[in-house]
């Protein structure tokens, strides 16, 4: 049965991606050299963004009962069993070129599984929502700058306008169309965690894609959550020893742990490793941009709240950015994963 739905996820995640040429690395099979596909990249980072969206909604719901280093740790432990069945026999294929990269992959899965979540559930503790979606909209812009810093990536102008035309669009979300708002914002603790956080997925998103390393893409998302899980646990047991005492497990929690698991997680971690090597990541950074949108879409399905003008507005003004963002033909993919 393993097989069959191992076989099955294999295709959904990596088969529409890649070519079938193939490649041999020290006994091992991988597929070979992503053809380019921009368009399934970008719809992948789309549903990033919406995922993400639900993550955040999701994760002030619980915050109250879920503690933020619990939430993070049973995220990606639940992860980690359902990718095992799957990815174990990848990895233990390619268990010397793991081996190999062991220091590139540990950095890497310490700042995306490890650091950006655990921090933006943190930051959700002292600071309000409202500041967290203004500091998280500075993701493009950082993934631009360390880009541009490690990778020495040139934005074009089309691109320098989107970005500039979709953070437009992010203020008038923030502000909700009233200016005013943004002179009034206060600055809490959590804000400098969250930037933090923004700065740790900037970070990761630069050197995936400088660090190509050989893996196929289901093992590769292996190696990135088991080693984020082993980062996280050692904060999880001071947090549940020492501070917060854990959460009590019953009915309730089980859907949000399996949300944030599989969807924010699993899909949405293995669609954004496609995204930046198909088309680089200031470009894919710039669909976080529809996060705000999606959270205003979700909010006005689940708790009722009405979509207004300024959220239509600035969605215009964020969809314009990304036309002007992704309209280029896109960089060569690196290497697998």
């Known amino acids: 049965m393993y097989a069959d739905l191992g076989g099955s996820l294999k295709a959904a ?71 095992l069945p799957f990815g174990l026999t990848g990895v233990w294929r390619q268990r010397q070129v793991i081996a190999e990269h062991f220091w590139p992959l540990l950095l890497l899965s310490a700042l995306s599984v490890g650091a950006f979540n655990t921090l933006l559930y943190l930051s959700a503790l002292t600071t309000t929502a409202l500041n967290i979606s203004l500091v998280a909209s ?28 979709a953070l437009l669009g992010i203020l008038v979300v923030i ?12 600055f809490h603790p959590g804000d400098l965690i969250m930037v933090a956080a923004v700065s740790c997925w900037g970070l990761f998103s630069v050197l995936l894609r400088r660090h190509a390393v050989p893996l196929a893409p289901l093992t590769f998302l292996t190696v990135q959550v ?20 854990g959460f009590v497990v019953d009915a309730s929690v089980i859907p949000p742990l399996a949300y944030v698991a599989i969807f924010p997680g699993l899909l949405a971690y293995a669609f954004w490793n496609n995204g930046v ?8 950074a710039v669909f976080m941009y529809l996060g705000p949108i999606f959270t205003a879409m979700l909010a006005g399905l689940f708790l ?8 239509i507005t600035g969605g215009i003004l964020i969809l314009a950015g990304l036309l002007l963002t992704t309209r280029q033909v896109p960089i060569s993919p690196a290497a697998v994963p």
């Open 13 to 83: 995640i990596i088969g529409p991606l890649f070519v079938k040429e193939k490649q041999t690395i020290d006994g091992s099979i991988i597929l070979n050299k992503p053809t380019p596909t921009p368009w399934l990249a970008y719809l992948g980072l789309t549903l990033t963004a919406l995922f993400w969206a639900g993550n955040a909604v999701v994760g002030r719901s619980v915050v109250d009962t879920i503690p933020p280093l619990s939430l993070s740790f049973y995220r990606w432990s639940i992860a980690l069993c359902i990718l």
């Open 138 to 165: 500075t993701i493009p812009i950082m993934v631009a700058f360390l880009a541009w810093l490690i990778l020495g990536e040139r934005l074009r102008l089309s691109q320098t306008l989107g970005i500039l035309l």
């Open 175 to 186: 502000s909700r169309g009233q200016w005013s708002t943004l002179s009034e914002l206060s």
């Open 226 to 245: 088991g080693l984020g899980v082993l980062v996280i646990s050692p904060f999880y047991l001071v947090d549940l020893l020492f501070i917060s005492g």
């Open 277 to 284: 090597h198909s088309i680089g990541p200031s470009r894919a």
């Open 304 to 311: 009722g709240e009405r979509m207004s003008l300024f959220y």
